[in-house]
Every structure is written in structure tokens, then in C-alpha cells.
């Protein structure tokens, strides 16, 4: 069964619609059936409104800038950038455990494959960097740091195939188009604007060494779901307001980018309240004006959108004007 990212994107590539309009047509259907079907049964019948059989659609091959958390069974042809070396650990049971991580390519974009204890025997005894490999019946879900990461399974599986040399050995640099936050839409985008606001949430947080997943904080230990009691890495999630003068959006800055605009060490915090870690947080960002680049997508908790951004820019005054005298002299001609 297909879920409701999985039907919108076959619809996106059948239809003429856009994943908004998509989106209404599919909470008429079920607005239409007085609520009593979930988003995915009425994408289906959305889709077949539209003369697509979903059930019967057999190509799950996607390329890595379409693929979104909650996509199943999906089939990739990607190659190898980089393998994190393996880390040994022991598991609650008393047992070793292993993990190495994959980051891969197809050229539209990079993603993250953490490999487990058997998988990480199988894969690293017959690939290496640099090799072309398929990669069948996998999952995508969200990763701590706003982005998706790809999920092997029972029935997935990892081939490594000839070289045809279609993907290149480095990812084509993802392009961020210049936005307005009033234009804000599900995609990656750039919007410049100014930090407006600092959300009074913990901005520190532990996760496990070996897996990055967020600990537990159990009194004088920390907890890690998959690798038992373990020492933490410290690191800041920052979450406030962007305003570029035209609206505001809720941003999210994850890791490296946290500690960018930030200038704080995550070590440092540690011992630290939360308001006076929050306190240095504004001193240092509030008023300040970026270039932030990201994904803008739905926060299905407050029902708004936000930008998780993954990287961010100071402003070059001289390469702006510029860009204004451009646009200026190309609307002379309209």
C-alpha cells in the first residue's frame, strides 16, 4: 500500500498539478466522505479520478532529490562517496554490535544509509568508495538533523553493478532559488532575511556516539535506545523566527549550521541552565541577517512551514546590488 508522499509523487508526475493543489483536491475527497477515510485512502481515490491505478504502478526507482521521509520500498542506483569507518559496541544483551554509515550519490543529491552488524559485514566485504551499486527495497524516514535518511530492511538489498559511468563521482551542488517568504512553498529554497525571534526551547541536546540518535537522561547515565548506557556527544538545535519584511518563518538550524551562527561551542553548554544558554543564543543571533538555504516543509505539529536550514551565508552587499541592478535592468524590457 502506498502511502500518501508516495502517491503524491506519482500523481506530481502524471498530472500537470502541483503537490498544494494535489493536496486540496485530496482533502475535498475527504471532506466529501464526511472525514471517514484517512489522506492516504483519499490520495487513491484522488489518483483514480485522474484514470492512475496506483496498486499497479511498478517503477519504485527515484532519484535522491524526490525521495521524502515515509517513502517504502524504494529502488535507488547511487555511488559510493564516503564509508564511515565501523564503530564497535556493546548491546544490552552483552552482545558486540556494529555500525558504519554509506553516504551516496546519484548526482541529484546526497543521503545517508547507516548500516548494522550484519549489513555492515555484508556490504563492506564486497564494495568500496567510488563503486556503482543498486539498491533495492528501502525506506526513507527523517534524521535528527531536519534531513531523510535511507532504511535497509529485511528484504532490502545492496548490489554493486558496472560502472557506466551515468553518475558522476561528485553531486551536482543543489541550487537554491530566491524566494520571498510570502512565496513559501514545500521545496529547497534561499530566503535572505534577519533572526527575529529565539524560541525559549532547550537548544542543547545529547545524542549517542555510534548511532547520532537522541539519549535518554536517566539521572546520572545516559541511555541509548540501540547501544545501551553511553557517553553523549553535546550538540545545539536552535529554532526561532526569520522575517525578510514581506512575512516570517519558523527556521531551524541544526548542528554545524546551530554553531555557524551562533558562535558557541556545544562543550561549553553543558553545564549550563537552559535560559542562560538561550540568553547567549540571542545575544549572539537576534538582529542578525543571513542567507539562509534549506528545505521549507510542512511542521506537522504546529500545522505551519518552516525552513530546516542547512546552510547559511553572510550577506555580500556588493553581489546583492548587483543582483538588484540585474533584475531592475531585465524588467526594463517587459
Not at 99 to 106: G, K, Y
Not at 303 to 331: G, H, Y
Request: glycine share 6%.
Amino acid at each position: 500500500m502506498f502511502n500518501l508522499q508516495e502517491i503524491l509523487f506519482e500523481l506530481e508526475k502524471k498530472t500537470s498539478l502541483s503537490k498544494e493543489k494535489l493536496m486540496d483536491k485530496i482533502k475535498e475527497k475527504q471532506d466529501e466522505f464526511s472525514g471517514l477515510v484517512s489522506a492516504d485512502g483519499a490520495a487513491h481515490l484522488v489518483a483514480r479520478d485522474f484514470g492512475i491505478d496506483i496498486l499497479k504502478t511498478q517503477d519504485r526507482n527515484i532519484k535522491i532529490k524526490d525521495v521524502t521521509s515515509g517513502m517504502r520500498n524504494l529502488n535507488l542506483k547511487v555511488r559510493i562517496l564516503d564509508m564511515t569507518p565501523v564503530k564497535e559496541f556493546n548491546k544490552k544483551d552483552g552482545s558486540i554490535g556494529r555500525v558504519s554509515n554509506l553516504i551516496v550519490s546519484d548526482g541529484t543529491g546526497e543521503v545517508r544509509i547507516p548500516l548494522w552488524d550484519k549489513q555492515v559485514e555484508m556490504v563492506n566485504s564486497v564494495i568500496n568508495i567510488g563503486d556503482v551499486i543498486e539498491i533495492k527495497n528501502v525506506n526513507s524516514r527523517d534524521n535528527i538533523y531536519g534531513g531523510v535518511e535511507l532504511v535497509l530492511f529485511k528484504f532490502s538489498s545492496i548490489d554493486k553493478i558496472e560502472d557506466d559511468k551515468s553518475i558522476p563521482f561528485k553531486t551536482s551542488k543543489k541550487t537554491y532559488n530566491r524566494i520571498l517568504i510570502k512565496e513559501a512553498k514545500d521545496g529547497f529554497y534561499e530566503i535572505k532575511g534577519t533572526i527575529v525571534d529565539i524560541f525559549n526551547t532547550n537548544p542543547l541536546f545529547l545524542t549517542c556516539p555510534k548511532c547520532k540518535i537522541k539519549v535518554e537522561d536517566r539521572e546520572s547515565e545516559y541511555f541509548c535506545q540501540e547501544h545501551g548506557i553511553v557517553v553523549p556527544d553535546p550538540n545545539i538545535i536552535i529554532t526561532g523566527v526569520l522575517d525578510d519584511g514581506t512575512s516570517s518563518i519558523r527556521g531551524v538550524f541544526f548542528r554545524d549550521t546551530a554553531k555557524l551562527i551562533s558562535n558557541l561551542d556545544p562543550l561549553s553548554l553543558i553545564k549550563l541552565p537552559q535560559k542562560e544558554i538561550t540568553d547567549l543564543i540571542k545575544n549572539s543571533v537576534l538582529g542578525e541577517e543571513f542567507i539562509f538555504k534549506g528545505k521549507i516543509r510542512k511542521n506537522k505539529i504546529f500545522d505551519t512551514l518552516e525552513m530546516a536550514v542547512n546552510d547559511v551565508e553572510t550577506i555580500d552587499f556588493e553581489e546583492e546590488s548587483k543582483k538588484l541592478i540585474d533584475k531592475i535592468e531585465s524588467l526594463k524590457w517587459l
